[in-house]
């Protein structure tokens, strides 16, 4: 149950964050809501999960898929450009993310 926390936590931040964008310096009441939300959400959740994973397994799990995801959306929605050394980079941070929870003998399996 601790890794569908964790997921829920970093979905949340993601549309938090990609909400950001859209509340244009929290002048758009509905993304500014969604920001609250959202973040609310991703902390409450990500609190659930640190019940049984580590933090630092955690934490890295959820600032590095996060980031990935977060790049993703800017370049399907908001249509910001990326290019090879972008995806280079994602691939990177997911493989980091892997290679910590297979290999660290901190992870919970």
């Known amino acids: 149950m601790q ?4 997921a829920i936590a970093i979905v949340s931040e993601v549309v938090a964050t990609s909400a950001l964008k859209a509340a ?8 500014s ?13 990500l609190s659930l999960a640190l019940r049984t994973i580590q933090l630092g397994v955690a934490y890295a799990i959820w600032s590095g898929v996060g980031v990935a ?3 993703l959306v ?11 050394a972008s995806f280079i980079g994602i691939v990177l941070i997911v493989s980091g993310v892997i290679v910590l929870y297979l290999f660290s003998r901190s992870a919970t399996h």
Do not use: D, K
């Open 3 to 6: 890794w569908l926390y964790l």
């Open 69 to 71: 995801l977060i790049i």
């Open 74 to 84: 800017g370049w399907v929605i908001y249509r910001q450009p990326l290019n090879v």
């Open 33 to 45: 809501l969604l920001v609250v939300a959202g973040y609310a959400s991703a902390f409450y959740f």
């Open 24 to 31: 244009n310096g929290f002048t758009r009441w509905e993304a």
